[in-house]
């Protein structure tokens, strides 16, 4: 029962952050690309991880050729490619303060 919890948490977690996170850099125009990117990237977490479960429900058609371990390394690979896409804007260019302009 706890890991059922606990991976709930930790795959809704990077849905909300990155809408969270898209939203307010949406509102900074040097960032706005970033902000979208965030948001496409949450959407995209979402159906990921609705198809990996789907893959892992017994009797679906993936769930024979035992797909559920590459569809959970597909989501990993997407989460952690956001925090490496955002960690490298920041590093090439700095973060600067937000401007609401």
Known sequence: M???????W???????AFAVVGVVLR???????????S???????VVLVDLMFW?????TTLAGPHLGGLMERIVVFEVLGWYVAIGLRILREGSGELTTK
Request: proline share 5%.
């Open 27 to 37: 509102g900074d125009r040097r960032w706005r690309g970033w902000g979208t990117y």
């Open 2 to 8: 706890h890991w059922l919890v606990g991976a709930d």
């Open 55 to 59: 893959v892992f429900t017994p009797g």
């Open 10 to 16: 930790g795959l809704v977690g990077p849905v909300i």
């Open 39 to 45: 948001l496409v990237a949450s959407g995209v977490t």
